[in-house]
């Protein structure tokens, strides 16, 4: 069982840029597909990006296409999700999530097995 730990968030103005950080431990993380996922208050959990277990190919929800990049490194256990361009509209908890799955639709939360505890990304216009 791996435990995630979610770093990073905070309050920025629109336009700037914020880095969050998932740290793992108890398994290595290269033995899962990552996620991160966001949860704006009153609105449902949704997808933001997604990473493969080498981190050759990555995945993004149209809304930040362009503006934000996964990235993972699984010597260090830990994956980024690095926002440039940040909007208003992107103000929400960020969760990174796991998945030991081989077969999985990245998009699902509910595929994902472990999620970390969130961070509050917060954008002021």
């Known amino acids: 069982q791996v435990q995630l730990v979610e770093s990073g968030g905070g309050l920025v103005q629109a336009g700037g840029s914020l880095r969050l950080s998932c740290a793992a431990s108890?398994?290595?993380?290269?033995?899962?597909?990552m996620g991160w996922f966001r949860q704006a208050p009153g609105k449902e959990r949704e997808f933001v990006a997604a990473?493969?277990?080498?981190?050759?190919?990555?995945y993004y929800a149209d809304s930040v296409k362009g503006r934000f990049t996964i990235s993972r490194d699984n010597a260090k256990n830990t994956v980024a999700l690095q926002m440039n361009s940040l909007k208003p509209e992107d103000t929400a908890v960020y969760y990174c999530?796991?998945?030991?799955?081989?077969?999985?639709?990245?998009?699902?939360?509910?595929?994902?097995?472990?999620w970390g505890q969130g961070t509050q990304v917060t954008v002021s216009s």
């Open positions: 999530a796991a998945t030991p799955r081989y077969y999985y639709t990245r998009e699902r939360a509910q595929d994902y097995d472990y």
């Open positions: 108890g398994r290595t993380l290269s033995s899962y597909g």
């Open positions: 990473i493969t277990r080498s981190g050759g190919s990555t």
